[in-house]
Antibody
């Protein structure tokens, strides 16, 4: 059974740094094509991709947050961390981590999502 | 402003067939596969359709996906009350080098 769970502070002050952890089980971040993505959803709004870390430790980030975002994975390959600097009230959202796969650079999709963690920047 | 364009709302009565559209460009839908997610408010999205028209195990065959050029569609036949929720399309974007999402369509079963 694949599970992912986000953890982090529910409240962050503007200009501060957000650190969130995604603890996952039921899959390995080692095989080719496997990835963990961070996606957020402001209250009442649409999903927004933030960034992805891949099996080979490659990463890519959305241009909208690239200068502020870092995604890392721990050596045990059971946790992924999101660090976002200089937070703004517009960063208020539910943050999801997700198990995704990519094939031939044309097929990328999320198989499973974490339950999400609401972060309020105020 | 989302990269992929979806109608904000759709509705139908039980048993009807409903279609939700998703419009993009050559850099996303035009050259890559499309994914659809279903989200019940207050919960995480759930994978509904992947690789444009494939269903994960457990998703009823009432749900189907298709694509033509730079547009995609999700069709739901035999509409049921439990189909109410928000539906999002997504595709890899070659210019962004990442996935993009639609703005979501809120489906109401009347």
């Amino acid at each position: 059974q694949i599970t992912l769970k986000e953890s982090g502070p529910p409240l962050v002050k503007p200009t501060q740094t957000l650190t969130m952890t995604c603890a996952f089980s039921g899959f390995s971040l080692t095989p080719a094509g496997v990835a963990v993505a961070w996606i957020r959803q402001p209250p009442g709004k649409a999903l927004e991709w933030l960034g992805t870390i891949y099996w080979d430790n490659d990463k890519n980030y959305s241009p909208s947050v690239k200068s502020r975002l870092t995604i890392t994975k721990d050596p045990s390959n059971t946790q992924v961390r999101l660090t976002m600097t200089n937070l703004d009230p517009l960063d208020t959202a539910t943050y999801f981590c997700a198990y995704a796969t990519i094939h031939n650079s044309s097929s990328w999709y999320v198989h499973y999502w974490g339950q999400g963690s609401l972060v309020n920047v105020s | 402003q989302s990269v992929l364009t979806q109608p904000p709302s759709a509705s139908g009565t039980p048993g009807q067939r409903v279609t939700i559209s998703c419009s993009g460009s050559r850099s996303n839908i035009g050259g890559n596969t499309v994914t659809w997610y279903q989200q019940v408010p207050g919960t995480a999205p759930k994978l509904l359709i992947f690789n444009t028209h494939r269903r994960p195990s457990g998703v009823p065959d009432r749900f189907s996906g298709s694509k033509s050029g730079t547009s995609a569609s999700l069709a739901i036949s035999g509409l049921q009350s439990e189909d109410e929720g928000d539906y999002y399309c997504s595709a890899w974007d070659d210019s962004l080098n990442g996935p993009v999402f639609g703005g979501g369509t809120k489906l109401t079963v009347l």
